[in-house]
C-alpha cells in the first residue's frame, strides 16, 4: 500500500519535488512552535519554558547527528561515496550525539524532569538525522519527492502522538517518549517501502572511507553546531538570569525568525544540484546568476517578513500562545532582522559547501559564535530580552559579513585560475 506513494510520473517529477519539498520544510520549520504552543495551552507557560529549551538544544545536538552532510551527499554527482559509507557515518555520528547529550546534562546539572525531556527530544533528532540521511539519497538521484513525503508523514505522525498523549496525561516525559518512538516505526516503515523504487544499501563498514567522510565533513558539522550554538547563547544567558516564564517568551519571539529561512528553503534545495553542477562544469555566469537570484528572492522575502512581523507579529503571537507580548515589539523586530542575516548565511554556507570550501567555514562560525559567546550574558544582564535580540542580531550579522568576503574571494581566484 505504501509504496503507491513513491510512484511518480517522470513528467511531474520536479513538480512535485517543490511541493513536498515545501510542505516537509514548513512542517519541519513550525513543529517547535507548534509543540510548544500545545505544552503552553495544557501545560502553562513555565513548563513551555523548560521545553522550549530543551528543545533548542536537542536542534543543536541534531548538528551533530546530522554532521553537516545532507549538503555535501545531495551534491555528490560523482558517487565518491556510496549509500552505505553515508548510512554507517551517519550512525555513528548519531552515537556520539547521544554521548554528547549526556555529557552535556550532567555539565549543566539539569534536574530530573528537564534531564529526561532534553534526553528524550534529541532521541528524537536521532530519527531526524536518519531520515536526512535517507532524504539526501532521494534527492541525489532526482527524487527530493520522496525525501519529503517520508519527512512529512513522519513528523505529522510523531506531532499528532505527542498532542493525544499530553491532553490525556499532561506528562511531557511521556509523550516526548512517545513521540520518539512513532517517529522511529514511521521512519522504518516508509523507508522499507521505497525498496520499489530503489536499491536501498546496508550499512557499509569501510571504516577508511567512513574516516575520509567524516573529515570531509567535520567543517560542516561544526559550522552547523556553531550555527545553532550563536542562536541559542542568548537562550542560555536568560537561563541563567532569567526566569524559565520569559525563556518562554523570548521563544515566542524568536519563532517568527526562521520564517525568511524557511521560505529561502523553498527556492534552494531544488536548485541545489543545478548549482553545484554550474560550478563543477566551470559555468561560472550561470552559477552567479543562480547565486544572484537566490539572494534576490531572500532580500525580497526577508524585507516583507521584517515589515509585515514588525506591525503584525506580537498581537498575533500573543493571541496564538494566550501571554500578552504587545510590549516586546521592538524586541521581535530586532530579532526578525536577526534573522534574515541568518538566512542569508545559510545560503553562503550551502554556496560554499558547492564551491567545496566547507573547511573555510570554520573561521567564520568560530568569529561569529566567539562574538554570541561574549556579549550575550553581558547584553541579556543589562537589557533583558531585548539584551538576547541584540546579541542574535549582532552575531549573525558578523557571520553574514565574513562569510560574505569569503565567497568572493574564492570566486575570484577560482576564476582567476582558469585564465
Known amino acids: 500500500m505504501l509504496e503507491k506513494l513513491w510512484h511518480t510520473e517522470k513528467e511531474n517529477i520536479e513538480k512535485n519535488s517543490v511541493f513536498w519539498n515545501m510542505m ?108 536526512d540521511v535517507y532524504g539526501g539519497y532521494y534527492q541525489q538521484h532526482g527524487r527530493l519527492d520522496i525525501a519529503g513525503k517520508v519527512m512529512t508523514i513522519r513528523i505529522a505522525g510523531y506531532v499528532i502522538a505527542f498532542c493525544i498523549s499530553l491532553v490525556i496525561t499532561h506528562n511531557t516525559i511521556l509523550s516526548c517518549c512517545i513521540a520518539t ?21 546496508r550499512p557499509f563498514l569501510e571504516w577508511k572511507k567512513i574516516v575520509g567522510l567524516l ?7 561544526i559550522s552547523a553546531f556553531l550555527l545553532i550554538y550563536m542562536g541559542n547563547a542568548p537562550k542560555y544567558a536568560i537561563d541563567t ?13 524568536f519563532m517568527p525568525c526562521f ?24 559555468q561560472y555566469s550561470n552559477f552567479l546568476k543562480l547565486c544572484a537570484l537566490i539572494f534576490a528572492v531572500a532580500v525580497a522575502i526577508a524585507f516583507f517578513i521584517v515589515l509585515v512581523g514588525g506591525w503584525l507579529g506580537c498581537p498575533i503571537l500573543s493571541i496564538v500562545f494566550g501571554v500578552a507580548l504587545q510590549k516586546y515589539r521592538n524586541v521581535l523586530v530586532v530579532l526578525l532582522i536577526g534573522g534574515a542575516f541568518f538566512a542569508f548565511a545559510v545560503i553562503e554556507q550551502v554556496i560554499l559547501t558547492v564551491m567545496r570550501k566547507q573547511v573555510f567555514l ?24 531585548m539584551g538576547a535580540g541584540y546579541a542574535y542580531s549582532l552575531s549573525a550579522g558578523v557571520l553574514f559579513g565574513v562569510l560574505g568576503v569569503m565567497i568572493i574571494i574564492f570566486f575570484i581566484k577560482e576564476k582567476g585560475g582558469e585564465r
Open 181 to 201: 518512538i512513532i517517529s522511529g516505526i514511521s521512519l522504518i516503515m516508509l523507508v522499507g517501502s521505497t525498496k520499489s523504487a530503489f536499491v536501498l544499501e
Open 24 to 131: 516537509s520544510s514548513g512542517l519541519n520549520s513550525v513543529v517547535s512552535m507548534f509543540l510548544l504552543w500545545i505544552v503552553t495551552l495544557i501545560n502553562g507557560v513555565s513548563d513551555a519554558g523548560v521545553f522550549s529549551l530543551a528543545f533548542s538544544t536537542s536542534q543543536m545536538m541534531l548538528t551533530i547527528g546530522n554532521y553537516g552532510m545532507r549538503n555535501y551527499q545531495a551534491t555528490d554527482i560523482r558517487n565518491k561515496y556510496t549509500m552505505g559509507i553515508y548510512l554507517s557515518s551517519r550512525i555513528l555520528t548519531n552515537i556520539v550525539m547521544m554521548c554528547v547529550v549526556g555529557i552535556f546534562v550532567l555539565a549543566e546539572g539539569y534536574y530530573f524532569e528537564k534531564a529526561c525531556i532534553t534526553i528524550l527530544l534529541c532521541f528524537l533528532k536521532v530519527t531526524d538525522a536518519m531520515d
Open 362 to 385: 570554520l573561521a567564520g562560525f568560530v568569529v561569529a559564535s566567539v562574538t554570541a559567546f561574549l556579549i550575550s550574558n553581558p547584553l541579556v544582564k543589562k537589557w533583558g530580552l
Open 215 to 221: 573529515k570531509e565533513c567535520l567543517p560542516l558539522c
Open 241 to 253: 538570569y532569567m526566569t524559565s516564564r520569559e525563556q518562554a517568551f523570548y521563544t515566542y519571539l
Open 259 to 282: 520564517v525568511t529561512n524557511l521560505f529561502v528553503g523553498f527556492a534552494l534545495q531544488p536548485l541545489l544540484v543545478r548549482l553545484s553542477e554550474n560550478w563543477v562544469k566551470k
